[in-house]
């Protein structure tokens, strides 16, 4: 009996698991190969010169340094304005209604959207024509160092919506008992949010956190589409690089960059859920 | 236990592939038979595909039992047709490039390569050929010229050859080629000054001591966009070097060239563009100004042409009353250039070292995964030996290819079956001349602009705001600076 309890999780498990070993694990771990050698096709192994290399390479560099400051950019800001909106949104009686507004985007197609942005974006586009109409000189939105700023706004529009739900729902657990102490202790809403709402949303926040880092590498698809492959230096990420080397065959160097990427997400989930079992203990 | 397991496999599937991805012994015994089957890919259709297809069928003619598939990917372009009052039927050809479906098709050929091995022979026109001969997809193919004992060397010109290497090794095999020439106006004194390689720098100084009347211009070219554009073609290895990746844009050069193509427009020293670009956005035939083609309007003291106007101007020399000769009606349709009456051949256009490069209009790579080399070899050699309908856009690297292309523009048998006759006296001279002029121009060649597509659209389209006053010539530098130096810093 105890076997078949053990047994049995697996077997339900069993269809996704050998799909993601199919098309997942085990071609990683196959194309993983070609990081250690010269060239795919007649090469000879090389160990970690593929990697050495890479961490020379200056268009690497550049595009994770860029991939960090975004991160360190627009997760913080995207994670603060879905608070500030989860917590306007807590009591009001028209709640599902905004909640289905702010998940629209999520479910809008990424082509359509990079059509409405670029129109938003570009030199001579809607926002520019509204400056002008103010007084103020126009911004080269995409192609310049502005563009980190239109990459953050859109990161912003897709996923505050699905952070959102996650705040609320989070929020939703917290006992309302808590809150009413506070008051009866005197204590105002500001004071009640940080010591109580905050402190209690900390176990959302990690997940809302590893959550973002992840959606945070899929804003590549959007900037692909706005400004293509080889986009303003200051928004040229690491799946630029990675995208450029599959087009030109690179494959060695693709997948020294896919290992490098791999092992660094790992490392900071892991470092992130160890820090969050300490908190909590 | 079940740990190490995981980590165990994990490890069997790392190494397994750490071997790579075996090539199929390439046989070297050209005596074996020619047989079998093989795929040719290219994406522009337009100069491509019939020369293909005329080859792969005359080819499968040649070695019964070989099949040739022949894979386009690129559509063909549009013809319009319309008839003025006058009952001539204007033929507009209108062929676009489309950088969404280029993509695509490198998408696709990558997934071939990647996958199946992909096409045995590939059209060198859009895909970045020596990108992938560093990974090693591509055949070195100066190893199968120097070992094939039915390769005639002497029947090619090697120079070009030598000037299509890469790193060492021959990837691109070209089967024609281009380059431009100086035509300039006797009267102005230039003779014995403009022979060998002149470069625009040594063409702007002799610029400077005309003193030209307002309605002749130094140079045939349509604003100074244009003039920058062939300025910059010619000067392009100076600006980017493939080999050691490295970009050249900010030591002052670049924008010197930009200052004088602005100088050019300026100075008067060309004509403006005929079109604004708000005309070009809504071209259509109602806006086409029939131009009456009788009338001189050739007014420019330099020209540059491409080497198929030696034909014209052979044919004026050695025809001088061939009003009706094909070649001379087909120069006197093309205005702005030089007064043919006083045209004289100068030398070939180099870049500002004194170096020259041909640029590419049909070449071939091998894929190095290839089936079947033997054959794939044999029908890429076997193209460089004809000439197919697509081939007629350059000069045949084959020197006996050339011979007979040249033959059929004389006497006009190249666009008029009908015409392809025995040449007469004259036409045997011009004939002469041409090969004989040609092979001088061609010696000078020593390298191949590797013509990037993404560079050119980088370069054009912040030379377009430079042109326009949107940006300075140092502003401009650097921004094409820091972006093609981060696109070669990936390859």
Not at chain 1, 195 to 222: D, G, H, Q, R, W
Not at chain 2, 392 to 410: D, F, T
């Amino acid at each position: 009996m105890n076997r078949a309890k053990k047994i049995t999780p697996f077997i339900f498990i069993l269809p996704g698991l050998l799909g993601f070993m199919a098309f997942y694990l085990v071609p990683f771990f196959y194309s993983l190969g070609y990081a250690f050698m010269d060239k795919p096709v007649g090469g000879s192994f090389i160990g970690f010169q593929n990697f050495a290399d890479l961490l020379k390479n200056k268009s690497y560099i550049k595009g994770a340094v860029n991939t960090l400051r975004f991160m360190l950019i627009g997760i913080p800001s995207c994670m603060a304005v879905s608070l500030i909106g989860a917590v306007i949104l807590k009591d009001i009686k028209s709640q599902k209604m905004w909640m289905l507004i702010f998940l629209i985007p999520l479910v809008i197609p990424s082509g359509s959207m990079a059509f409405f942005w670029r129109m938003l974006f570009d030199d001579n586009g809607f926002l520019n024509s509204l400056l002008v109409k103010v007084g103020i000189n126009p911004v080269s939105w995409l192609n310049s160092g502005a563009a980190v700023t239109s990459i953050t706004i859109i990161f912003i529009w897709k996923n505050i919506g699905y952070n959102m739900v996650l705040f609320l729902s989070a929020m939703a657990n917290i006992p309302r008992d808590y809150y009413e102490y506070a008051y009866v202790c005197g204590a105002g809403k500001l004071k009640a949010f940080f010591s109580i709402t905050l402190v209690y949303l900390i176990p959302a926040f990690f997940l809302i956190f590893i959550m973002s880092i992840i959606n945070s590498f899929k804003i590549f698809k959007e900037i692909y589409m706005i400004t293509g492959s080889y986009p303003h230096e200051s928004i040229y990420m690491l799946q630029h690089f990675m995208n450029n080397m599959f087009t030109s065959l690179n494959y060695q160097r693709l997948t020294a960059a896919t290992c490098l990427m791999v092992f660094a997400v790992s490392a900071l989930t892991q470092g992130l859920f160890a820090a969050e079992r300490r908190f909590l203990r | 236990m079940r740990k190490k397991i995981i980590c165990g496999l994990m490890s069997a599937v790392l190494v397994s592939s750490c071997t790579a991805e075996s090539k199929p012994t390439i046989s070297k015994d050209f005596s074996q038979p020619v047989s079998g089957e093989i795929t040719v890919s290219a994406y522009d259709s337009m100069r491509y595909k019939d020369g293909l297809e005329e080859a792969a069928r005359l080819f499968e003619q040649r070695y019964p039992g070989t099949k040739i598939n022949v894979d386009t990917f690129g559509s063909m372009p549009e013809i319009k047709t319309m008839e003025t009052e006058d009952g001539v039927t204007l033929s507009v050809i209108t062929a676009s490039s489309d950088s969404g479906k280029e993509k695509d098709y490198i998408s696709r050929l990558n997934t071939n390569i990647m996958g199946t091995g992909g096409s045995d022979l590939i059209a060198a026109d859009i895909i970045p050929w020596y990108q992938y001969s560093d990974s090693g997809y591509l055949e070195d193919l100066s190893l199968y010229i120097e070992n094939d004992p039915d390769f005639n060397k002497e029947n090619y010109f090697n120079g070009i050859f030598e000037a299509s290497k890469y790193k060492g090794g021959l990837y691109m095999l070209p089967q024609s080629f281009s380059f431009d020439y100086l035509e300039y106006d006797r009267r102005y004194g230039f003779d014995g000054k403009l022979t060998g390689i002149t470069s625009y720098k040594a063409l702007m100084e002799f610029a400077e001591t005309l003193n030209l009347p307002e309605e002749t211009k130094a140079f045939n070219y349509l604003g100074g966009e244009q003039m920058f554009n062939r300025m910059f073609s010619s000067d392009y290895n100076y600006f980017i070097d493939f080999e050691t990746k490295k970009v050249n844009f900010t030591d002052g050069y670049f924008e010197e060239l930009l200052h004088s193509a602005k100088e050019a427009e300026s100075r008067g020293w060309i004509s403006l563009p005929s079109f604004t670009q708000d005309e070009a956005a809504t071209f259509s035939f109602d806006n086409i100004v029939l131009a009456d083609i009788n009338e001189d309007s050739t007014n420019a003291v330099f020209g540059f042409n491409g080497v198929h106007s030696l034909y014209s101007y052979l044919t004026k020399k050695h025809i001088p009353d061939g009003q009706d000769n094909i070649n001379v009606a087909m120069s006197t349709a093309t205005a702005g250039g030089v007064n043919s009456d006083y045209s004289e051949i100068g030398g070939i256009v180099g870049d500002k070292e004194g170096s020259c490069g041909y640029s590419l209009m049909n070449g071939y790579v091998m894929n190095s995964q290839s089936q079947n080399r033997r054959l794939a070899w044999e029908f890429l050699k076997f193209m460089l030996e004809i000439n197919t309908p697509g081939s007629i856009a350059g000069i045949p690297v084959n020197k006996e290819a050339m011979s007979e292309q040249a033959r059929l523009y004389i006497t006009g048998g190249l666009f008029m079956p009908e015409m392809d006759t025995e040449m007469t006296d004259a036409e045997k001279q011009i004939h002469t001349d041409f090969l004989s002029i040609t092979e001088d121009f061609v010696k000078s060649i020593t390298s191949h602009i590797i013509n990037d597509s993404y560079i050119s659209e980088v370069v054009f389209t912040e030379v377009s705001e430079f042109f326009s006053g949107g940006r300075s010539a140092e502003e401009t530098a650097k921004i094409i600076q820091d972006k093609i130096q981060l696109y070669m810093n990936e390859i």
